[in-house]
């Protein structure tokens, strides 16, 4: 009972500081943008594509940077976030609102390097659809495929005066292999490119 008592204790404790920290006000942080998106890969060549009309929105902060690119049919998203709180959530949440369904999951750990691998459903009958979607974060000195320890990396980061950005990088093909083999190409290239952004919450 005690144990229970202590745990609901660190979770509401925690989530307090996440309401705090995700509605502080504006600060300028030394962002490090870790992961680049090539302008050809694999023998492909980038094609961008647009963002949805929730994606601008959310891109508004200055501190939020959201790009999507085909090489030849995988799709890749690399969503980058510097200091806020607020736009952070799992990729499951979107694929979900956006109509996919998630009918199989695992985790890939490579090293130091661990990525989730989704197994997405999409459309019905004969016209269903199978992709494969795998996920990762990075700061550009941590590759991990937990949610909680981006969020806690975040969080202490800036309780410490020390943001930093953390991208998620997603890639979808129809094809696994593709899938894994251009999100293995991407994280070569993480680096830690450093700009400085106005945090505005």
Not at 15 to 35: D, F, K, M, N, Q
Not at 37 to 63: C, I, M, V, Y
């Amino acid at each position: 009972m005690k144990r229970r008592t202590l745990a609901l204790v660190a979770v509401m404790t925690l989530c307090a500081g996440y309401r705090l920290l995700a509605t502080s006000g504006p600060a300028i942080v030394e962002v490090i943008a870790p992961v680049e998106l090539p302008p050809e890969t694999l023998g492909f060549k980038a094609r961008s594509l647009p963002l949805s009309k929730a994606e601008e929105k959310l891109a508004q902060p200055t501190h939020v940077e959201i790009l999507h690119r085909r090489y030849g049919t995988t799709d890749v998203s690399l969503v980058s976030v510097a200091g806020g709180l607020r736009e952070i959530h799992p990729p499951s949440v979107c694929l979900k609102a956006t109509g996919f369904e998630i009918v199989a999951q695992r985790q890939i750990t490579d090293g130091p390097r661990c990525v989730v691998e989704l197994k997405l459903r999409s459309g019905k009958g004969r016209n269903r659809i199978f992709h494969t979607f795998v996920y990762t974060y990075t700061d550009g000195e941590t590759v991990t495929c937990s949610f909680w320890r981006r969020i806690g990396s975040s969080a202490v980061a800036r309780l410490t005066g020390k943001s930093k950005t953390w991208s998620t990088v997603q890639v979808m093909d129809r094809n696994a292999a593709d899938a894994h083999a251009l999100m293995m190409q991407l994280l070569n290239t993480v680096s830690k490119k450093r700009k400085r952004y106005a945090i505005a919450n």
